[in-house]
């Protein structure tokens, strides 16, 4: 969608940016679709919003937001959907997804009464439920439908009382909606649309029994729409459980962003931190996104680094949700140059100008780095990902390896200090602090990428052999060689 000045400040989930897959696995559905449409559009066709015929108050409020072409997940989903066909879609953040099922949903409601609860989105995040009731805010503001959010976190009885009052969209997590509908407080016998947005996050949270008791308390008679990033066997399971003859939607091909350089740091473990702050204060970085594994973690890497003077914040589930809001504002308006996150909470983030991302933390599983890394080289920006690499990863760097088609490159960093030992058991935590003097960019620009957010034109970055520190792995066997690798694309990644 072809992007003009916004209005608001905010970076709704559905900012219309060309699609980028995040996928890694390709995987095929085995519902066979009565309709499956393709990823390509046809050439010297110019699609727009008002080719879909939609209700004259809708379309102001996407004039007003900006936008005028509709984005391929949206060209391929919104005619079926507003046909009232079940569709399965597999997009990844980024791609316009959310306006693709709210603006159909936005239609719908329009005819018919008010101030029942018709349609019912499902989300695995807090985080991801405020965004898309921020784009229905958005989208339908001319047409006076109202939205209501149930997550958990805050107290519920504003949510109890907002739902008294009339609500025609409830956007919801599943726990709390859960908890509301034992009291007998929300009434869903009347919905007629069903989204299930990112439904391979809900699983991979434990969502999927909560989800499948939502579904037995939902009218039989409804359209269903489920949307998701990959396809692994539990989605795919529901999917064909609940979808009755489903459209289904994929966009773009099944590998990574195509935007993003990749980069491996072995490291022995206790040197991750002081390694962490040595690239951040080399590197010139615009808005950093560190991922670790575990909420505890979290939530001490992001002190240890106030404490080192780095702008931070911490996003974990375990935080209030205004603590959380504050956290995410703060990285979007760039208070916090740093955010260090969970898989889980980082769910919800949807900030377009991400230069790097870091795994501190290898994820778990292939699928998950390539979520990682999608949250930057956005909107036709480059980005970087950095991997920290110990001893145990070495298979998952070679799986990673595998599905790019080609070597990622190894880097060490000059000028740090890889030979300290890891601190003896009681003595301590091992982790450095930053010295007052910080180093010189000359030398930094031979070890690291210095690639921003808003400067990716090549006169703006350093020669590619200037950006790149070369030097000896051979502390690092493990990291030297890969096996074979098998290519995946026809073409390179940058």
């Not at 569709?87 to 306006?99: E, H, L, P």
């Not at 008010?114 to 989105?121: G, S, T």
């Not at 989208?139 to 609500?167: D, E, F, M």
């Not at 205004?322 to 909470?345: C, H, P, S």
């Amino acid at each position: 969608m072809r992007r003009i000045e916004r209005r608001s400040p905010t970076d709704p989930r559905y900012s219309n940016s060309p699609g980028r897959p995040r996928t890694i696995e390709h995987q095929q559905s085995i519902i066979r679709p009565k309709v499956v449409l393709g990823n390509k559009e046809k050439k010297g066709i110019t699609m727009n919003f008002e080719s879909f015929n939609l209700h004259p108050h809708i379309e102001s409020g996407i004039r007003a937001f900006g936008y005028t072409e509709p984005t391929p997940i949206q060209i391929q989903t919104i005619p079926p959907i507003l046909q009232k066909r079940d569709v399965m879609g597999q997009a990844q953040t980024g791609t316009g997804k959310t306006a693709a099922f709210v603006l159909p949903i936005l239609q719908r409601l329009m005819d018919g009464p008010r101030k029942r609860i018709r349609a019912l989105i499902i989300a695995p995040t807090r985080e991801l439920a405020e965004q898309t009731h921020e784009a229905i805010g958005h989208l339908g503001r001319y047409t006076k439908l109202k939205s209501v959010t149930i997550y958990g976190g805050v107290n519920q009885n504003l949510q109890i009382s907002k739902l008294r009052s009339g609500a025609d969209i409830v956007v919801a997590c599943p726990g709390r909606l859960i908890d509301l509908m034992d009291k007998g407080v929300i009434d869903l016998s009347r919905i007629e649309v069903l989204v299930l947005d990112e439904a391979d996050r809900m699983f991979d949270m434990g969502f999927l029994p909560d989800v499948r008791n939502i579904l037995k308390r939902l009218p039989v008679q409804r359209q269903t729409l489920l949307f998701a990033a990959t396809m692994p066997d539990d989605v795919r399971d529901l999917a064909e459980s609940i979808l009755r003859n489903p459209v289904t939607v994929q966009v773009g091909e099944a590998v990574p962003v195509s935007t993003v350089s990749h980069a491996i740091y072995p490291v022995d473990p206790h040197l991750k931190t002081p390694l962490l702050m040595k690239i951040l204060d080399c590197t010139d970085m615009a808005s950093v996104l560190v991922f670790t594994r575990t909420k505890d973690r979290a939530t001490r890497l992001a002190k240890q680094m106030k404490r080192s003077g780095f702008l931070v914040a911490s996003l974990q589930g375990d935080l209030p949700q205004n603590k959380r809001q504050e956290a995410l504002n703060g990285f979007r308006n760039g208070k916090y140059r740093v955010l260090v996150a969970t898989d889980i909470a980082a769910r919800g983030i949807d900030v377009s100008k991400i230069s790097h991302v870091i795994n501190y933390d290898m994820p778990d599983t292939v699928d998950a780095y390539t979520h990682r890394i999608g949250r930057t080289g956005r909107a036709t920006r480059t980005g970087d990902a950095f991997t920290f690499v110990t001893r145990p990863d070495r298979a998952f760097v070679w799986s990673i390896e595998n599905v790019l088609g080609e070597k990622l490159e190894r880097r060490i960093l000059a000028n740090f200090d890889y030979t300290i030992p890891a601190p003896a058991a009681g003595k301590g935590s091992g982790r450095l602090r930053r010295s007052g003097q910080r180093p010189g960019l000359t030398e930094v620009q031979k070890e690291t990428p210095a690639r921003h957010a808003h400067s990716s034109s090549p006169a703006s970055r350093p020669a590619s052999g200037a950006r790149r520190g070369r030097k000896d792995l051979s502390q690092f066997p493990f990291l030297v060689d890969s096996p074979q690798m098998k290519s995946r694309r026809s073409h390179g990644m940058r």
